[in-house]
């Protein structure tokens, strides 16, 4: 079988290395634009992502960084309004990709 994938992103990566990690046949199409773009992207996973990923042979461990508490506060009196706590498992991990 094989698979066109359009994009450059690290969703498309990933899928493509799984596609491939089971035979698939994957080409990765990207539009060339004269656009601006950033020179870094910042990108949350979640904690069952993670684990998809970690199943899939697709180790991030070296590049993210794990979130297990998470607050929300109230802007004009600074009042916690919400408090994630993972009692010390991952909600989600951050990941940032720097263009080299």
């Known amino acids: 079988m094989k698979i066109c994938l359009i994009g450059y992103g690290i969703p498309c990566l990933i899928l493509a290395n799984i596609l491939n990690n089971r035979n ?9 634009r004269n656009k601006k773009k950033f020179i870094s992207r910042t990108l949350g996973i979640t904690k069952k ?9 697709i180790n991030l461990e070296n590049n993210i ?7 929300i506060f109230n802007f004009q009196n600074n009042k916690e309004i919400f ?18």
Request: charged share 40%.
């Open 65 to 71: 960084w794990h979130i297990n508490n998470i607050k």
């Open 49 to 57: 992502n993670i684990d998809f990923l970690n199943k899939e042979k």
């Open 24 to 32: 698939i046949e994957v080409s990765i199409y990207k539009e060339k």
């Open 83 to 100: 408090n994630f706590d993972a009692r010390n498992e991952k909600l989600f991990s951050v990941i940032k990709r720097k263009k080299n």
